[in-house]
């Protein structure tokens, strides 16, 4: 199996996925979807392909010599320990959250991205967040902060929990036997990491339009339509 060195060009080379589970274990593995899936630090992780390299190693049984159930059940239960320390902390933090100064680790757009998903998504956004990265790491904190009941929260977050951290895995375990995928790893890798952006592009294009459109200048006949009509004297 060859290394995805073709990761390095999207980040730096200490977060590639094979070398971050080479170098950390299981442990690791399961320290950073913790992390990723509700701590402010965590955001940067890259989890997508982290679970699907997980799961490619666990078929080549060198990195992860554990059997595939295992694997799966440690980090969906991580993903789903992640996001209720997430809600914890945005519960107990409140509005605090949103006037916290920037920082190397910390913007306020991040915050902001997780809450308009949240807002959009309603309580399906926790679901969705966990295929979207940032959107991941800060919608559960957000979801804590607007006082989500807490029932709806985490049957969200088991179900969400179970279909990323189970599912991204043994997508890469089966995936991984293909030869196809084997031999063009570095490629499938890179694409998994481009999918997983595209909900935060389409939505930038999104608000990008619609900021056009509210600042779009009037030209002189709306203006004279929109105008109320003289009134006339008796």
């Given at each position: 199996?060859?290394?995805?060195?073709?990761?390095?060009?999207?980040?730096?080379?200490f977060?590639?996925?094979k070398?971050?589970?080479?170098?950390?274990?299981?442990?690791g593995?399961?320290?950073i979807?913790?992390?990723?899936?509700?701590?402010l630090?965590?955001?940067?992780?890259?989890?997508d392909?982290l679970?699907?390299?997980?799961?490619?190693?666990?078929?080549?049984?060198?990195?992860?010599?554990?059997?595939?159930?295992?694997?799966?059940?440690?980090?969906?239960?991580?993903?789903?320990?992640?996001?209720?320390?997430?809600?914890?902390?945005?519960?107990?933090?409140?509005p605090?959250?949103?006037?916290?100064?920037?920082?190397?680790?910390?913007?306020?757009?991040?915050?902001?991205?997780?809450?308009?998903?949240f807002?959009?998504y309603?309580?399906?956004?926790?679901?969705?967040?966990?295929?979207?990265?940032?959107?991941?790491?800060?919608?559960?904190?957000?979801?804590?902060?607007?006082?989500?009941?807490y029932r709806?929260?985490?049957?969200?977050?088991v179900?969400?929990?179970?279909?990323?951290?189970?599912?991204?895995?043994?997508?890469?375990?089966?995936?991984?036997?293909?030869?196809?995928?084997?031999?063009?790893?570095?490629?499938?890798?890179?694409?998994?990491?481009?999918?997983s952006?595209?909900?935060?592009?389409?939505?930038?294009?999104?608000?990008?339009?619609?900021?056009?459109?509210?600042?779009?200048?009037?030209d002189?006949?709306?203006r004279?339509?929109?105008?109320?009509?003289?009134?006339?004297?008796?």
């Open positions: 199996m060859s290394t995805p060195v073709a990761l390095s060009a999207l980040g730096p080379d977060l590639e996925p070398r971050l589970i080479a170098a950390f274990g299981l442990i593995l399961l320290a979807v913790f992390a990723e899936s509700g701590l630090v965590g955001f940067f992780f890259p989890g392909s679970l699907f390299t997980a799961g490619l190693l666990v078929a080549d049984g060198r990195l992860l010599d554990y059997p595939l159930w295992l694997v799966c059940l440690l980090v969906t239960l991580a993903a789903i320990a992640g996001d209720q320390v997430g809600y914890a902390f945005g519960r107990r933090v409140g605090a959250l949103f006037r916290r100064p920037d920082s190397r680790l910390f913007r306020q757009e991040y915050v902001a991205k997780g809450h308009a998903f807002e959009r309603g309580a399906h956004s926790i679901v969705l967040a966990r295929f979207v990265p940032i959107a991941r790491t800060f919608t559960p904190i957000v979801a804590g902060v607007s006082h989500m009941t709806t929260f985490v049957t969200y977050n179900i969400g929990g179970v279909l990323w951290g189970t599912g991204v895995t043994v997508l890469g375990y089966f995936l991984g036997q293909v030869t196809f995928v084997a031999d063009n790893i570095e490629l499938i890798l890179v694409g998994i990491v481009l999918v952006f595209m909900p935060i592009v389409v939505e930038l294009l999104r608000a990008r339009r619609r900021s056009r459109r509210n600042h779009r200048p009037v002189a006949r709306t004279r339509a929109a105008a109320p009509a003289p009134q006339r004297e008796d």
